[in-house]
C-alpha cells in the first residue's frame, strides 16, 4: 500500500497508530511525520508510549490499528529484519550488546542484513564469503573509527564503560547502512561530559544524511539538537513543534516539563 497523503520530503509517516495490551491502550492514534534529514524527538513522561511506538516502528509489535510508512511503503507485512534492510536502524534503551565478543565483532553483526554469502558457502569458507568478510571487516572499523573506538576493536563489549558500550552500539547501528536511526533513550547513564559528545556525533550522523528519532529525558540534549518533537502522553499525542513551541505550550508543561 502506497502513502499517498505524506508530503515529498517525509521519510517515516505514522498514521492513527494504535495498540492495546490487556485492554490498555498503549498508544492511542498516534499521527506524525519525520521528515528526511531531521532530528527528531519523541518525549513524554514514563509510560507515555514512546518505546512501544519505536517496537511498532521497527516490527517487534504489530499494529492493532493505523499505518506506518517508510518512504511511501507501507510496513505492515515487513517484518523485523526486513525494516532493517528497509532502511531502519535501532539502539536500546539498556544496552544490547554481545558481551562475550570484542567491540569489532559486535559491529560486524550490523552488517548482516548486507550480506550476500549463503549459509554453506560461509561454512566452506569459499573465495567470495572470505572476500565479503574482509570488506564486512573494513567497514565494521570505519564505524568504530566513526564513533572514536577504533582503539577498542579487539576488547571484549562487557569489558567497556557504559558510555563506551552506547557508542559501540550506535557504531552497530550505522553498519546496517540505515536511513532512519532510531535512538531509545542515548544519554541514560551518560555523564555531562558524554552527552555533550553525544550530542555532537548526532550531528555527525545527521551530517551523513541519516535522519534521527530519538527518545530521550534530557531536555537540555533534547531541546538543543532537535529540529522538531512530539510529546506523547498517556499514549496520545499531546503535542508537535519547534523546540521552542513545544516548551512553550501549556499542555506540555502540565504533563511532563513541569513549571
Known sequence: MKNSGSSENSLLRIENASISFGGV?????????????????????????????????????????????????????RKNFQRVSMGI????????????????????VGQHVRTKTGFLGAIARLPKARREEAEIREKAMHWLEFVGLDHEAGSKAGDLAFGWQRSVEIARALASEPQLLLLDEPAAGLNANETGQLGDLMRQIRDLGVTLLLVEHD??????????????????????????????DEKVIAAYLGT
Open 89 to 108: 536502524a535501532r539502539t536500546f534503551q539498556n544496552v544490547e550488546l554481545f558481551t562475550g565478543m570484542t567491540v569489532l565483532e559486535n559491529v560486524m
Open 219 to 248: 531536555m537540555s540534549l533534547t531541546m538543543e539538537i532537535s529540529d522538531r518533537i512530539v510529546v506523547l502522553d498517556q499514549g496520545a499525542k499531546l503535542s508537535e513543534g519547534a523546540p521552542r513551541e513545544v516548551q512553550a
Open 25 to 77: 491502550k498503549a498508544v492511542r492514534d498516534v499521527s506524525f511525520e519525520v521528515q528526511k534529514g531531521a532530528i527528531q524527538a519523541l518525549i513524554g513522561p514514563n509510560g507515555a508510549g514512546k518505546t512501544t511506538l519505536f517496537n511498532l516502528i521497527t516490527g517487534v509489535f504489530p499494529l492493532d490499528s493505523g499505518h506506518i510508512f517508510f518512504q511511501g511503503q507501507d510496513t505492515a507485512k
